[in-house]
C-alpha cells in the first residue's frame, strides 16, 4: 500500500500536475489553496485529517 505521505500526494498534487491546474493547491505567493488546519501530522497518520480544527474554502474560514 501507499504510505500517508503518498496517499495524500496521490490525492491532491498528483491530480493537479496532470490536468495542468498550475499554482493551485500551493500555499506561496500567488498560489490558491484551501486549508484545512490539523493538531497532528497527516504525512505520519492519515486519520489526522478526520478532526480539523480550522477549514478555509474558496477564501471563507469555516470552523468546525
Known amino acids: 500500500g ?3 505521505r503518498e496517499a495524500l500526494a496521490a ?7 496532470t490536468f495542468g491546474f498550475e499554482g493551485i ?3 506561496e505567493p500567488r498560489g490558491r489553496a484551501d486549508l484545512v488546519g490539523l493538531d497532528s501530522d497527516p504525512t505520519l497518520d492519515l486519520r489526522a ?3 480539523p480544527y480550522l477549514v478555509v474554502s474558496a477564501g471563507q ?3 468546525r
Not at 490525492?11 to 500536475?17: E, G, I, R
Open 25 to 27: 493547491g500551493v500555499i
Open 11 to 17: 490525492a491532491t498534487t498528483t491530480p493537479a500536475v
Open 61 to 63: 474560514l469555516i470552523r
Open 49 to 51: 485529517a478526520r478532526t
Open 2 to 4: 501507499l504510505s500517508p
